[in-house]
C-alpha cells in the first residue's frame, strides 16, 4: 500500500502532464493498493480566491468563471482525445454539474446575510473536488473500482476555516472504520478536512502534500510519493542555475531548516508530521518517472 500525491502543476491545462499522471496512477494500481492525493489544478485556486474577493464585482465574478472553465475544459479535451477511451462529454457533463454547484454557491454569498466563512472555503476548495471526480470517471474506464474519500467526514481538524490543523489520532480511528477492498483505488481531495461540526475547513495554502501524509497515516502505508513536475529537491532553484545539485537524500531536520528560512517545497505540517511519524517519503518528477528522486530521512 502506497500513497500518490500530485499538485496542481503536475495537472497544468497546458501540456500533457495530466495524462502522465493518468499513466502513474494507472500502472501502480495494476501492482498494489493505493491512495491519491490531488490538487486542483494549476492556478484554479488562485482563480477561485480572487473570484471570492470580487464577489459584489459581477463582470470579475463571471471573467474569473469563466478562465475556470476554459482550463477545464482544455483538461477534460486533453484526456478525451488521448488514447485513453472516454469521450469529451462524459467529463463535460462533470463539468457542468459542479459548475452549476458553484454558481449557486456564488448566488448564495452574494447575499450579505448569508455570508460565510464555511461556504467560502467550499468555494476556494472547489477544484480540488472537480479534478477528483474527473480523475475518478477516467480510472473506472480501465476497470478499476474507486473509493473516494469525502476529507470533511473522515479527517478531522480543529483551527480557522482557512487554515486548520489535522486531529491526526481521531482521524486515523475514522479511516480504519472505512471498509475499503484491495480491489478500489482510494481517491481523496487534497487541502481540506472537516471539523467537529463536519464542516469544510482548509488546510492552508500549498498543503495537499500535508493531506498526502495524512492519509499515508491513516492507510498504514509503506510509502509515500510527492509527484512534482521536478526530479526532486535541490540545493538552489535549478530553473534559475544550472549548477543546481539534486539531493538523492535529505534529512527531516534539514528540510524544515529549508521551509523555515522561506523555502515552498513542501508544506511545514507534511514534513513535521512524516518526521513524527517516521513516513517513508520520496519526491519524483512526473516527466521523469525512472529517476529515483529524493528521499526523505529522519537522520542524514
Not at 501540456?15 to 499522471?21: A, E, F, K, T
Not at 496512477?25 to 489544478?41: M, R, Y
Request: with cysteine; glycine share 4%; charged share 20%.
Amino acid at each position: 500500500m502506497k500513497v500518490l500525491k500530485f499538485g496542481g502543476s503536475s495537472l497544468i491545462h497546458t501540456n500533457s502532464n495530466i495524462l502522465h499522471v493518468i499513466d502513474i496512477i494507472i500502472e501502480n494500481a495494476k501492482t498494489e493498493k493505493i491512495g491519491v492525493v490531488l490538487s486542483a489544478p494549476y492556478k484554479i485556486t488562485d482563480y477561485l480566491t480572487l473570484l471570492v474577493n470580487s464577489l459584489n464585482n459581477k463582470f470579475l465574478v463571471n471573467y474569473y468563471l469563466l478562465v475556470i472553465r476554459v482550463i477545464f475544459t482544455k483538461i477534460i479535451k486533453l484526456i478525451s482525445t488521448s488514447n485513453i477511451g472516454i469521450s469529451f462529454s462524459a467529463l463535460y457533463s462533470i463539468l457542468n454539474n459542479e459548475f452549476s454547484n458553484l454558481n449557486n454557491m456564488i448566488v448564495r454569498l452574494r447575499r450579505p446575510n448569508l455570508l460565510k466563512q464555511c461556504d467560502i472555503v467550499k468555494i476556494i476548495s472547489w477544484g480540488e473536488r472537480l479534478i477528483v471526480l474527473i480523475i475518478d470517471k477516467v480510472i473506472k474506464v480501465f476497470g478499476f473500482y474507486v473509493t473516494i474519500i469525502d476529507p470533511t467526514k473522515k479527517i478531522l481538524a480543529s483551527g480557522s476555516y482557512l487554515e486548520s490543523v489535522v486531529d491526526i489520532n481521531t482521524s486515523i480511528k475514522n479511516i480504519s472504520n472505512m471498509t475499503i477492498t484491495n480491489t478500489n483505488v482510494i481517491l481523496m481531495p487534497g487541502f481540506i478536512a472537516g471539523n467537529k461540526y463536519y464542516e469544510l475547513v482548509l488546510l492552508g495554502r500549498n498543503s495537499s502534500d500535508y493531506s498526502a501524509i495524512i492519509l499515508a497515516i491513516c492507510l498504514r502505508a509503506k510509502r509515500c510519493e510527492i509527484w512534482k513536475d521536478v526530479d526532486g529537491i535541490y540545493d538552489q532553484d535549478p530553473k534559475f542555475t544550472s549548477k543546481a545539485k539534486l539531493f538523492k537524500h535529505i534529512c527531516y531536520n534539514d528540510l524544515l531548516d529549508l521551509i523555515k528560512l522561506g523555502s515552498k517545497i513542501l508544506h511545514f505540517n507534511s514534513v513535521s508530521l512524516a518526521k513524527k511519524f517516521n513516513i517513508n517519503c520520496i519526491i519524483k518528477n512526473i516527466n521523469n518517472p525512472n529517476l529515483s528522486g529524493t528521499i526523505l530521512l529522519n537522520s542524514s
